[in-house]
């Protein structure tokens, strides 16, 4: 399996977070890329203008909680790469997206 984990390299996390959409079968364009301390956020917009936001990190802002679809990068962790792509798939199903 493919992993998706975002890169120091700006345009290296674009391309991995394009690659992850079009994986999902959602149509998107980039919007803009986020690096802060608590990680990198890719931020997308579909054909019916709704954020989609794919990142390595949680989210806990209510408003963008409510407006945004979140996605996630795969984790790295000691143990290896934790796949967040099924994951992924059933948030866009629960959305019936």
């Given at each position: ?70 996605l996630y990068f795969d984790e790295k962790t000691l143990s290896g790469v ?16």
């Open positions: 399996m493919k992993t998706y984990t975002p890169s120091v390299n700006y345009s290296e996390s674009i391309e991995t977070a394009k690659e992850l959409l079009k994986d999902l079968g959602v149509d998107a364009y980039f919007a803009s890329i986020s690096v802060t301390n608590y990680g990198t956020s890719v931020y997308f917009y579909d054909a019916n203008d709704v954020k989609i936001r794919v990142s390595d990190h949680s989210v806990t802002n209510v408003y963008r909680l409510q407006n945004e679809i979140h934790v796949s967040k792509f099924e994951s992924n798939k059933r948030t866009l199903a629960l959305i019936n997206y």
